[in-house]
């Protein structure tokens, strides 16, 4: 089973791009499949949800200031985790939480949309929703892949 957890401030523009795919998400796809979430932000707590034993792989949707691809999608390393629990935890160190406290992390992916503007307000620019609406059908080719590692093509974005 995956779990998809989508986060970012829906009145900051852009950074609320993996919010909005999450919710998205949680309409289009099969509940016995996937498990999504919608969050403001990465909390602690979120390890126990990573250790459950049915989840294999999590991917995690978020914005990233001045990429200019349309998609990033990243394999995560829960060994690799650095930092603390402080005001922004990483899908590493959650990974790594869920591994050290309950002896189980999924296999991890973050994948990033372009974010370009990040003023106050509740729209996204049109590059950052070009590339949600792409990431759709390019999350369920992730999904159907065997390995959980298909591959993402890149289009023209605004």
């Known amino acids: 089973m995956w779990l ?4 970012g401030n829906q009145l ?3 950074d609320g791009v993996g919010y909005r795919l999450a919710e998205k998400l949680q309409l289009q796809l099969p509940t016995e499949q996937t498990r999504v979430l919608a969050l403001h932000q990465l909390t602690p707590e979120l390890a126990l949800e990573l250790a459950a034993p049915e989840i294999e792989r ?4 978020d914005a ?5 691809e349309p998609l990033i999608l990243t394999p ?3 060994n690799a985790a ?9 899908p590493e160190l959650l990974l790594h939480l869920a591994a050290s406290l309950y002896g189980h992390a999924p296999t991890g992916y973050l994948l990033t949309l372009p974010a370009v503007d990040m003023e106050f307000g509740d729209r996204l620019s049109p590059t950052a929703d070009a590339a949600l609406a792409f990431s759709l059908g390019q999350i369920r080719n992730l999904m159907d892949s065997p390995t959980g590692k298909g591959a993402a093509c890149h289009p023209e974005l605004p």
């Open 4 to 7: 998809i957890i989508g986060y």
């Open 12 to 14: 900051r523009g852009d």
């Open 58 to 61: 999590v991917l995690f949707l």
């Open 64 to 68: 990233r200031r001045g990429q200019w």
């Open 76 to 78: 995560l390393d829960a």
């Open 82 to 90: 650095a930092g603390s629990c402080g005001h922004q935890l990483s």
